[in-house]
C-alpha cells in the first residue's frame, strides 16, 4: 500500500520558517521526482517546489530563494524549508510522488495545514 505522510505544518508568525517533511512507503522513492504543491482557500492548487530523482530541483517564483526542497533517499523522505514566510504562503501542502521510470504513477499525500499570520 502506497502513503505519502506530510508533517512539520502548522502555526507560525509572518517571517518564521517550517520545515515540511514527506515520508513515503510502498514505492521505489528513489526513482520518483518528488513534488510539494499548496492549496489555498478558493484557489487552485499549484507546484511550489520539485525534485527529481537525481536531485534536480524546481521552484515557484513565489517559493525562489526563501524555499529548500531536499530529498534524502536512505529515509525515503522529501523536505520542504521554508523561510521568511508570509500570510500569502498560507495553504494546505501536498506532497506528491511521480515515478520517472516504468510505467508513469502519481501519488498524493493528504497534506498538512500551513498557517501563516501577521
Known amino acids: 500500500q502506497v502513503q505519502l505522510v506530510e508533517s512539520g505544518g502548522g502555526l507560525v508568525q509572518a517571517g518564521g520558517s517550517l520545515r515540511l517533511s514527506c515520508k513515503a512507503s510502498g514505492i521505489t522513492f528513489s526513482i520518483n521526482t518528488m513534488g510539494w504543491y499548496r492549496q489555498a482557500p478558493g484557489k487552485q492548487r499549484e507546484l511550489v517546489a520539485s525534485?527529481?530523482?537525481?536531485?534536480?530541483?524546481s521552484y515557484a517564483d513565489s517559493a525562489k530563494d526563501r524555499f529548500t526542497i531536499s530529498r534524502d533517499n536512505a529515509k525515503n523522505t522529501a523536505y520542504l524549508q521554508m523561510n521568511s514566510l508570509k500570510p500569502e504562503d498560507t495553504a494546505v501542502y501536498y506532497c506528491?510522488?511521480?515515478?520517472?521510470?516504468?510505467?508513469?504513477?502519481?501519488?498524493w499525500g493528504r497534506g498538512t495545514q500551513v498557517t501563516v499570520s501577521l
Open positions: 525534485i527529481s530523482s537525481g536531485g534536480t530541483t
Open positions: 506528491k510522488a511521480f515515478r520517472e521510470a516504468g510505467i508513469r504513477l502519481i501519488y
